[in-house]
C-alpha cells in the first residue's frame, strides 16, 4: 500500500515539473530565468543524494546512537 502511494505521488510530481516548465517556455524570455533556476536546484538535489548514499560514516552513526 505504501508502495503504491509513493508511485502515484511520484507520478504527479513529475507531472507537475513538466507542467512548470513547459509554462516556463510558453513564457520565453523571462521563463529561461525560471529553467535555469529549476536545472539550478536539480544538480543540488542530485548532489546532496549522491552525498548522502555513499555517506556511510552516517550511517554507522544513526545505527549506533542509543534512543
Do not use: H, Q
Not at 19 to 41: N, S, T
Amino acid at each position: 500500500m505504501e508502495i503504491v502511494a509513493y508511485v502515484i505521488l511520484t507520478i504527479v510530481a513529475i507531472c507537475w515539473l513538466i507542467a512548470i516548465v513547459a509554462g516556463m517556455i510558453v513564457a520565453f524570455p523571462f521563463g529561461i530565468i525560471g529553467l535555469v533556476v529549476i536545472i539550478g536546484f536539480g544538480l543540488l538535489f542530485v548532489k546532496a543524494l549522491s552525498d548522502r548514499l555513499s555517506s556511510r560514516k552516517n550511517d554507522r552513526y544513526s545505527k549506533d546512537v542509543e534512543k
